[in-house]
């Protein structure tokens, strides 16, 4: 088999800092146990190289959203602990289920039927508190579909947990309504930011995500999670520009004077959008090095004036502090994740 070269791109995952997370997370969800959402392709990170690091933290319970995200799932753990939340849209899906050993997790009467209709069995239940997304309306509950249903994990979705929102208390209430009508061998209620609003919405199980990736989307886990994700691109060329010269698509930046430029191989293909814009940078060794210019497909260009000793295949640092680069870019911390492209080498 021919070897790839040495990538241009690579993103190095901080595994001490993603099970330092789990556990974290699991501490602060109380007497519930913490589980793992590792749906797309975990969070943008490779659930691959995710997986194995959060079952050997302590996760027992995984949350995918397609039934093609399973097959990479369950080669890292048993298939009974894993869940796939947009639940069976056709029979095949059932049967998949079945042969497989996950769970699936129904989101409507038509679900609950069809999957009653293929044997039935141990599922997850969404019931929609509030949030309009998929799950089964709460009036629908004593419909005579739902007679003899194996619920493993009973659960909903919060709209607004990272907002002091009154959503929050309203869909607390509704879902122990529906703990009590419904029974279930679990309840889970709490995301990331459902675990931060306090033990009243942790339940049983958690499924946090973003937050075991480096996400921060409440104040109160600032202290508590850090980075995972740390992107670095290498520099293609070291060229000298002239005053004037313009530098990419529509000489957006022109140099005010005689600079050193760097060409980085990293662009809007990779996860890098367009919306770094003019206040973005890369770093190297902790100096700031400015965008210059347009973000392109494969390349941006940064300023290396005060970094002479660069050189053509250095490799430069993307900051990615979550709640810092999505005030850089406006783009939320879930994009910022999920966007980083399949070149970085993992």
Same mark, same amino acid.
């Given at each position: 088999?021919?070897?790839?070269?040495?990538?241009?791109?690579?993103?190095?995952?901080?595994?001490? !800092?993603?099970?330092?997370?789990?556990?974290?997370?699991?501490? &602060?969800? @109380?007497? /519930?146990?913490?589980?793992?959402?590792?749906?797309?392709?975990?969070?943008?990170? @490779?659930?691959?190289?995710?997986?194995?690091?959060?079952?050997?933290? #302590?996760?027992?319970? +995984?949350?995918?959203?397609?039934?093609?995200?399973?097959?990479?799932v369950i080669a890292h753990v048993p298939p009974e602990r894993v869940a796939?939340?947009?639940?069976?849209?056709?029979?095949?899906?059932?049967?998949? /289920?079945?042969?497989?050993?996950?769970?699936?997790?129904?989101?409507?009467?038509?679900? $609950?039927?069809?999957?009653?209709?293929?044997?039935?069995?141990?599922?997850?239940?969404?019931?929609?508190?509030?949030?309009?997304?998929?799950?089964?309306?709460?009036?629908?509950?004593?419909?005579?579909? +739902?007679?003899?249903?194996?619920?493993?994990?009973?659960?909903?979705? *919060?709209?607004?947990?990272?907002?002091?929102?009154?959503?929050?208390? &309203?869909? *607390? /209430?509704?879902?122990?309504?529906?703990?009590?009508?419904?029974?279930?061998?679990?309840?889970?209620? !709490?995301?990331?930011? @459902?675990? !931060?609003?306090?033990?009243?919405?942790?339940?049983?199980?958690?499924?946090?995500? &973003?937050?075991?990736?480096? #996400?921060? %989307?409440?104040?109160?886990?600032? @202290?508590?999670?850090?980075? $995972? !994700?740390?992107?670095?691109?290498?520099?293609?060329?070291?060229?000298? &520009?002239?005053?004037?010269?313009? $530098?990419?698509?529509?000489?957006?930046?022109?140099? %005010?004077?005689?600079?050193?430029?760097?060409?980085?191989?990293?662009?809007?293909?990779?996860? +890098?959008?367009?919306?770094?814009?003019?206040?973005?940078?890369?770093?190297?060794?902790?100096?700031?090095?400015?965008? *210059?210019?347009?973000?392109?497909?494969?390349?941006?260009? $940064?300023?290396?004036?005060?970094?002479?000793?660069?050189?053509?295949?250095?490799?430069?640092?993307?900051?990615?502090?979550?709640?810092?680069?999505?005030?850089?870019?406006?783009?939320?911390?879930?994009?910022?994740?999920?966007?980083?492209?399949?070149? +970085?080498?993992?």
């Amino acid at each position: 088999m021919t070897i790839l070269p040495p990538p241009t791109l690579r993103l190095r995952l901080d595994t001490a !800092a993603l099970a330092d997370n789990w556990r974290a997370l699991d501490r &602060l969800s @109380g007497a /519930a146990r913490a589980g793992a959402a590792v749906k797309a392709d975990g969070y943008g990170l @490779g659930a691959g190289q995710v997986v194995p690091v959060l079952a050997e933290a #302590g996760a027992r319970d +995984f949350f995918v959203a397609h039934w093609s995200e399973v097959p990479e799932v369950i080669a890292h753990v048993p298939p009974e602990r894993v869940a796939v939340l947009h639940g069976p849209l056709h029979d095949d899906d059932c049967a998949f /289920a079945r042969k497989v050993g996950v769970r699936p997790v129904l989101n409507s009467l038509a679900q $609950v039927a069809r999957w009653q209709a293929s044997g039935g069995g141990t599922c997850d239940l969404m019931v929609d508190t509030g949030i309009n997304r998929l799950g089964v309306p709460v009036r629908a509950l004593g419909d005579p579909v +739902f007679a003899g249903l194996e619920i493993d994990t009973l659960m909903s979705h *919060l709209a607004s947990a990272d907002e002091d929102s009154s959503t929050n208390a &309203l869909q *607390l /209430a509704r879902f122990a309504e529906v703990c009590a009508q419904m029974p279930a061998r679990r309840r889970s209620l !709490a995301n990331s930011a @459902g675990i !931060a609003l306090g033990p009243d919405y942790a339940f049983d199980v958690t499924r946090p995500g &973003l937050a075991l990736y480096g #996400g921060v %989307p409440r104040a109160e886990l600032a @202290g508590e999670i850090k980075a $995972v !994700a740390h992107p670095e691109a290498a520099i293609l060329q070291v060229r000298e &520009l002239k005053a004037g010269d313009g $530098v990419g698509y529509n000489h957006a930046f022109i140099a %005010p004077r005689t600079m050193r430029a760097g060409v980085v191989s990293l662009g809007y293909a990779d996860g +890098f959008l367009r919306s770094w814009g003019e206040a973005g940078a890369l770093s190297h060794k902790g100096r700031s090095l400015p965008l *210059l210019g347009k973000v392109s497909m494969d390349m941006v260009v $940064v300023d290396l004036t005060h970094a002479p000793e660069i050189s053509e295949g250095d490799w430069l640092s993307v900051p990615y502090d979550l709640p810092a680069a999505a005030h850089t870019t406006g783009l939320t911390q879930y994009e910022l994740l999920t966007v980083l492209g399949r070149r +970085f080498r993992r």
